[in-house]
DNA sequence: CAGGGCTGTGACGAATCGGTGACATTCCGC
DNA sequence: GCGGAATGTCACCGATTCGTCACAGCCCTG
């Protein structure tokens, strides 16, 4: 059920200003994360060569190679490690190159330290399945009632036999639904987890989501054993018909 | 109280409302969590200065400061205790203000309580592994004359072998009976504890759920053993069938 | 810039729940 | 026992929620 029963994430840290870095950690380190450092580009991606870690808090003012240079490496090297920029501009267009050389999220400074914290939490929420649950074998394949998912590749063979090219969203959705096995999970829940904790699609795509799931895995879609309804609230996943 | 209340997760309940407040403190005791109250922000704030908790529940719309200011001003004395805030209005821009004052989470009115059990019950996970209390536990599931409800699923297998899916509202009045066993419990109590706020329906409609509950739960419901009527007042919840 | 897959929205019917009223039945005081 | 009140029981209606489909943007690819 919990699966939270792995090692506190890990982020790390690359910021020049040794006060603002000062401050950072500590509020992170006070929140229960892991914690390391580096005061630049090269530094952070020599430390990331050898060590994975569930988030980089990334400044983009950096002497020698600056933060989007740092995350465009990443993302060439294929880390895809969740990247939260923070900046002392307040341009627009900053929001936009950060978004484009690979990063998840985007702070402007000055920022509340609370904000800051926030969006940690929303992102390592969001990407959680990503890496803490995809690095693990167990969770990378999904077997229930005759279907397999792999997670790795959204891909999946239905229990008639039948391949299935899941798309992005509907593999976060039935992973988000599975780690919660037999609990209910309310709409609110997985838009938070699938979609982030600031963007509001209505609460009928989750529905539109849940309809293409049965459509794909269940035998009876009109008659859902997996996917099932808890009315006024959200959907709760099943592995076997009846437990 | 409770036994197992040695570390039972405290939470604080912020609103102005007697009917909204007596229903949610009502389910948070029945969770199994320690449960205050305050009316309004300044009392609020002044709690907090003398004492800790798990979860502050946060009404946005209070007299005097609003939720939100009363979140900035904790957040800026440094108190980082989760705060989940209730609101009436349902506009996303609201939740952005409220993740944005430093709050975890965001419920708009009005709610299923199931859902607001389900976040207050996802807000104090994720603190867990902080504090690393086991926590809540609390009455998951209730036995009795051979029935076993499961109140996270809304699920029950009565006596017979029979698998029923509980109604919100079925399983709220059954919670609450069973959580007052063996004590009388009146209509106007039940009204209050279960809908909380919003409407007020006629005390026939209870009658109509004890009916219901009976039907699933009773070897003969006309000759009721757990659901007894105290003529004039209200229902007693017993286990057993002999008190 | 044309085409195709992915995503999100709106519309509409179907299903469900909650709540009410009508009538039968039971209980209480006399 | 008798009458009135409270409760048991049922059938039904309105509101909400959900399932389902069709379609319109969007982004990427060619």
């Given at each position: 059920?919990?699966?939270?029963?792995?090692?506190a994430?890990?982020v790390?840290?690359?910021?020049d200003?040794?006060?603002?870095?000062?401050g950072?950690l500590?509020?992170l380190?006070?929140?229960?994360?892991?914690v390391?450092?580096?005061?630049?580009g090269?530094?952070?991606?020599?430390?990331?060569?050898?060590?994975?870690?569930a988030l980089?808090?990334?400044?983009?003012?950096?002497?020698?190679?600056?933060?989007f240079?740092v995350?465009?490496?990443l993302?060439e090297q294929g880390?895809?490690?969740?990247v939260?920029?923070?900046?002392?501009?307040?341009?627009p267009a900053?929001?936009v190159?950060?978004?484009?050389?690979?990063?998840?999220?985007?702070?402007?400074?000055?920022?509340?330290?609370?904000?800051?914290l926030?969006?940690?939490r929303a992102?390592?929420?969001?990407?959680?399945?990503?890496?803490?649950?995809?690095?693990?074998a167990?969770?990378?394949?999904?077997?229930?009632?005759?279907?397999?998912?792999?997670?790795?590749a959204?891909?999946?063979r239905a229990?008639n036999?039948?391949?299935?090219?899941?798309t992005?969203?509907?593999?976060?959705i039935l992973?988000v639904?599975?780690?919660?096995?037999?609990?209910?999970?309310?709409?609110?829940?997985l838009?938070?987890?699938?979609?982030g904790?600031?963007?509001f699609?209505?609460?009928?795509t989750?529905?539109?989501?849940i309809?293409?799931?049965?459509k794909?895995?269940e035998?009876?879609p009109?008659?859902?054993?997996?996917?099932?309804t808890?009315?006024?609230?959200?959907?709760?996943?099943?592995?076997?018909?009846?437990?």
């Open positions: 059920m919990n699966p939270a029963a792995q090692a994430p890990h790390l840290v690359v910021e200003d040794p006060h603002l870095a000062a950072v500590e509020n380190r006070a929140e229960g994360y892991e390391s450092a580096a005061s630049d090269e530094q952070a991606l020599a430390w990331l060569k050898g060590t994975r870690c980089i808090v990334l400044d983009v003012m950096l002497p020698g190679i600056d933060g240079g995350c465009r490496t993302r880390n895809n490690t969740p939260l920029f923070l900046t002392a501009r307040g341009d900053d929001r190159r950060g978004l484009e050389s690979g990063g998840d999220d985007y702070l402007a400074k000055p920022f509340h330290l609370q904000e800051f926030l969006r940690v992102i390592l929420r969001r990407w959680d399945w990503y890496h803490s649950a995809s690095a693990t167990a969770t990378a394949v999904l077997s229930f009632g005759g279907n397999e998912v792999d997670f790795r959204f891909r999946a229990w036999g039948e391949a299935q090219e899941l992005e969203k509907e593999a976060m992973k639904l599975a780690e919660h096995g037999g609990e209910i999970v309310s709409r609110e829940d838009l938070e987890k699938v979609w904790y600031d963007v699609p209505s609460t009928r989750v529905d539109n989501f309809l293409r799931l049965r794909r895995f035998r009876d009109a008659n859902p054993r997996h996917f099932l808890v009315w006024g609230v959200g959907y709760r996943f099943l592995k076997d018909g009846e437990p």
